[in-house]
């Protein structure tokens, strides 16, 4: 599965739009781009995924680009409880296994 | 989205000792289960993946013989952890994916401490 990279941390104020990006240069045409977040002390929580096309869930917008290289995760309206580890993760499908790289810490300011 | 539980959600044992950790999904099937291990300030690395009725599958450097998985049921997987040392302390997550879904759903995890 191709390898994704993110900042490490970003911050956002309470209320305002989160967006968090991932670059994802070698992904192929089969892989699709999954989004997870961690909360501290649990187990990672799916958010989002895309193969090709922007998608919105109520939770999440994903907004890949048109190659396919990239792609942004959009919180509308961030809360305290989004404050989390954030992976984006390229992989072939639901059983195929997840490869998680050290994500983004996202903290939700007051 | 689909459920899936961890049994126990922490347990301290002592060194040399066995411990079972049970992951659940409740309300699907899942034909294939994941089992990752965290320690703290890193990532999830994944320790083994298990289709149901079949061997597990190890990744490079996970001892078999150690970590022994059993997927006998879709709705049932166990991670035992042998002969525990210190070294093993960590949190252990499991995961679920069925046949027919984009997601994998994971579990709450189990802290593991060896003392």
């Known amino acids: 599965d191709a390898k994704t990279t993110q900042p490490p941390s970003m911050d956002c104020a309470e209320g305002r739009a989160a967006n968090l990006p991932c670059n994802h240069s070698t992904i192929s045409g089969n892989e699709y781009v999954y989004w997870y977040r961690q909360i501290h002390s649990q187990g990672p929580q799916y958010i989002i995924h895309?193969?090709?096309n922007n998608e919105t869930n109520e939770m999440a917008s994903l907004i890949i680009t048109e190659d396919r290289k990239s792609s942004t995760l959009i919180l509308p309206h961030a809360t305290l409880r989004d404050t989390a580890v954030y992976y984006c993760i390229v992989s072939r499908g639901s059983a195929r296994q997840l490869t998680f790289g050290s994500g983004t810490q996202l903290t939700v300011l007051p | 989205g689909a459920v899936v539980s961890q049994h126990p959600s922490r347990v301290i044992c002592k060194s040399g000792t066995s411990v079972k950790i049970e992951c659940r999904s409740l309300?699907?099937?899942?034909?294939?289960m994941f089992w990752y291990r965290q320690f703290p300030k890193q990532s999830l690395m994944l320790m083994a993946t298990s289709n149901e009725g079949s061997k597990a599958t190890y990744e490079q450097g996970v001892e078999k013989d150690k970590f022994l998985i059993n997927h006998a049921s879709l709705t049932l997987s166990t991670l035992t952890v042998t002969s525990a040392h210190p070294e093993d302390s960590s949190f252990y997550i499991c995961?679920?994916?069925?046949?027919?879904?984009?997601?994998?759903?994971f579990g709450p995890g189990t802290r593991l401490t060896v003392t």
């Open positions: 895309g193969l090709k």
């Open positions: 309300d699907f099937q899942a034909t294939t």
């Open positions: 995961s679920a994916a069925g046949t027919d879904s984009y997601e994998q759903y």
